[in-house]
């Protein structure tokens, strides 16, 4: 039987000191039973994406020791960047990958949550499927005001974390850990530095304000580029495929005039979701996964190892 | 050190008959040491096409057992079909796959041939990277006229076998054997009975007419469903992208206001190729096949094999 796999999305709120990067990013390549699968880290975000891929107990292990170095670089009360965000440890998500239930990685979130809160006093929200309130399913509704807003709202019941002491860590925030299915983060650029433009685009292509369906979006400036970004989390692949996303965008962005500069897939990305678009793109019929190469190989290789 | 691989893709003169099509295939399904990756039968080409990967010996034996198998059952004397063809095995070529150089794969052509000769009579002309003669690199030079001409031309010295008495086995014709890269076939059909429109944008596309380097590409009818087909290969995809092959036969067939009805990856195709082509669609910037996660799970496999 193939070991369990589980994927680990740590996200931190620094995109910009790159010794800082690097000091969060090291255990990471070192621990044995995961693989560093990508970091990324923007400037205008200045956040850190990190995706792993391992063992469920290294995983844990590992996302701690890197978070302890993040909570004691980070200070909130100087942190500055575009995308929302309410902790230096911003949001921890897991994966199941393979060999492991949903239930499984939800148990996991809510032991490794407490566990977090004992060793760093950075009190814990819960979010997506390991939610335990209904509305905390949806991760901007916990990070609603951001960390400036939620600092002051924090002892309002309503907004107590689900695990800790209803303050927030003087420098590090809080931290929202849960369990989720893959999620492709897919960014669209479009060549006007009015951000507005990339609001309404937004506004259009979100389920929360009636676009499609398990897609979350936000309209973003870039100033460093003078561009602006539709910047997307599509949080089922299978339900909502990725061409037709940038095809909505592309779609709404002709209203203004402005074509879309460039896209940008941010993070890891299943072969599904690919496969899925290029048949879109390339009018393919009865396209089988088992016609890629590389897919078969793994499939052999695995049948190897079972 | 990970083992040697190769893939082989034996092409068969029986896309009609189910029993015959399922006898050539059964002895893959058995054999150790290789997989059986794809195979397809096209009524229209009357052809079967087999994608074969595993360890160099294994995929010798047993190709050579199928091969025995057709020969029995295939009379090329009553073979009719939209594709090319000169013998009742067209064509076994033998593709580099994973630690093993295109040489190696040469010399296999080689011994194979004289092998498959001696065991089946019938005789072989060598092609692709494996050509004596530097005319021959080119199947189509090869096959010209098909099965019928070459019947009648074999006694003259330019049409010799490379090995063998200069006469067509009289039911199996003749087999072209030989070492390639991957080649990807990619077929684009349109929405017209007109096979001169399929012929024209042939013409524009393959090389050997001025169009793309690294294309061949025939214009033939699929007269069962009222279609028209441009057949391609790709013998260079990285040299040649998939997409660009696509974009121009679409921009051709405008001149004739003909849709693209829908498009086929005939057989096996590499990752590369198609995120080459994601990355065109989808505007892509950065995009790297690491960042596909069942890319880097087989990475993980191939270091843990080592």
């Not at 070192?30 to 560093?36: E, I, R, Y």
């Not at 896209?263 to 009018?283: C, H, K, N, R, W």
């Not at 897919?295 to 290789?301: A, G, K, P, Q, T």
């Given at each position: 039987?193939?070991?369990?796999?589980?994927?680990?999305?740590?996200?931190f709120s620094e995109g910009?000191n790159?010794?800082v990067i690097?000091?969060?990013?090291?255990?990471?390549?070192?621990?044995?039973?995961?693989?560093?699968?990508?970091?990324?880290?923007?400037?205008?975000?200045?956040?850190l994406?990190?995706?792993?891929?391992?063992?469920?107990?290294?995983?844990?292990?590992?996302?701690?020791?890197?978070?302890?170095?993040?909570?004691?670089?980070i200070?909130?009360?100087?942190?500055?960047?575009?995308?929302?965000?309410?902790?230096?440890?911003?949001?921890?998500?897991?994966?199941?990958?393979?060999?492991?239930?949903?239930?499984?990685?939800?148990?996991?979130?809510?032991?490794?949550?407490?566990?977090?809160?004992?060793?760093?006093?950075?009190?814990?929200?819960?979010?997506?499927?390991?939610?335990?309130?209904?509305?905390?399913?949806?991760?901007?509704?916990?990070?609603?005001?951001?960390?400036?807003?939620?600092?002051?709202?924090?002892?309002?019941?309503?907004?107590?974390?689900?695990?800790?002491?209803?303050?927030?860590?003087?420098?590090?925030?809080?931290?929202?850990?849960?369990?989720?299915?893959?999620?492709?983060?897919?960014?669209?650029?479009?060549?006007?530095?009015?951000?507005?433009?990339?609001?309404?685009?937004?506004?259009?292509?979100?389920?929360?304000?009636?676009?499609?369906?398990?897609?979350?979006?936000?309209?973003?400036?870039?100033?460093?580029?003078?561009?602006?970004?539709?910047?997307?989390?599509?949080?089922?692949?299978?339900?909502?495929?990725?061409?037709?996303?940038?095809?909505?965008?592309?779609?709404?962005?002709?209203?203004?005039?402005?074509?879309?500069?460039?896209?940008?897939?941010?993070?890891?990305?299943?072969?599904?979701?690919?496969?899925?678009?290029?048949?879109?793109?390339?009018?393919?019929?009865?396209?089988?996964?088992?016609?890629?190469?590389?897919?078969?190989?793994?499939?052999?290789?695995?049948?190897?190892?079972?």
């Amino acid at each position: 039987m193939a070991k369990q796999l589980i994927e680990c999305v740590p996200n931190f709120s620094e995109g910009r000191n790159t010794k800082v990067i690097e000091a969060i990013v090291e255990p990471f390549r070192k621990k044995k039973g995961c693989s560093l699968f990508d970091h990324r880290a923007d400037k205008d975000h200045n956040r850190l994406v990190v995706s792993l891929v391992g063992e469920p107990e290294s995983i844990q292990d590992v996302v701690l020791e890197a978070a302890k170095t993040a909570i004691s670089h980070i200070d909130m009360e100087h942190h500055k960047g575009s995308h929302p965000r309410i902790g230096a440890v911003d949001v921890i998500p897991f994966v199941p990958l393979q060999n492991i239930a949903m239930e499984a990685c939800v148990e996991l979130a809510h032991s490794f949550g407490h566990r977090y809160y004992q060793e760093t006093g950075v009190p814990v929200y819960f979010y997506e499927e390991a939610a335990l309130k209904s509305e905390r399913k949806r991760l901007e509704v916990i990070r609603k005001g951001q960390y400036e807003a939620l600092k002051k709202e924090v002892d309002n019941p309503e907004r107590h974390p689900d695990v800790g002491e209803p303050r927030l860590h003087p420098s590090a925030g809080a931290t929202v850990i849960g369990a989720r299915k893959f999620l492709i983060a897919f960014n669209v650029n479009l060549a006007t530095d009015d951000v507005n433009v990339a609001k309404e685009i937004a506004k259009a292509v979100r389920s929360s304000s009636g676009g499609l369906s398990h897609v979350k979006c936000i309209g973003l400036s870039l100033e460093e580029r003078g561009l602006v970004q539709v910047s997307t989390n599509i949080v089922d692949y299978q339900e909502n495929a990725l061409y037709r996303v940038l095809e909505l965008i592309r779609t709404e962005a002709r209203r203004w005039g402005i074509p879309v500069k460039e896209t940008e897939i941010y993070g890891m990305v299943p072969a599904g979701a690919i496969l899925d678009s290029i048949s879109f793109y390339m009018q393919t019929t009865d396209f089988d996964p088992n016609q890629v190469i590389e897919l078969r190989l793994l499939r052999m290789l695995r049948d190897n190892e079972a």
